[in-house]
């Protein structure tokens, strides 16, 4: 049985920093596509970075870029958000997804590939 367990969300005041992780059991990383997406109240979900499984192809939303870095760590079964700058509309909860590398890269799909439990990040300004 496959799980992704997201952690290091927390509330933080505007221009502080988080460090978000998933780990995951029941499959092997280095298979994967593995992102970030985050979804706040009354809005669709939405892509934050994605990174195929060498780290050579990633995403980030224009609205990230610069202020977030995303790393993975194939051997832990493990991927990390760096989040700097934090801004109030950054506010949502942030879920990190498994996808196979034949879907669409970084898709929003819940249907694509596997998705943890959610971690919430509140930024106050």
């Known amino acids: 049985q496959v799980q992704l367990v997201e952690s290091g969300g927390g509330s933080v005041q505007a221009g502080g920093s988080l460090r978000l992780s998933c780990t995951g059991s029941g499959l092997t990383f280095a298979d994967y596509v593995m992102g970030w997406f985050r979804q706040a109240p009354g809005k669709e979900r939405e892509a934050v970075s994605c990174s195929n499984w060498k780290g050579r192809t990633t995403y980030y939303a224009d609205s990230v870029k610069g202020r977030f870095t995303i790393s993975r760590d194939n051997a832990n079964n493990a991927i990390y958000l760096q989040m700097n700058s934090l801004k109030p509309e950054d506010t949502a909860m942030y879920y990190c997804?498994?996808?196979?590398?034949?879907?669409?890269?970084?898709?929003?799909?819940?249907?694509?590939?596997?998705w943890g439990q959610g971690t919430q990040v509140t930024v106050s300004s």
């Open positions: 997804a498994a996808q196979s590398p034949f879907d669409d890269f970084c898709s929003t799909s819940q249907t694509s590939g596997y």
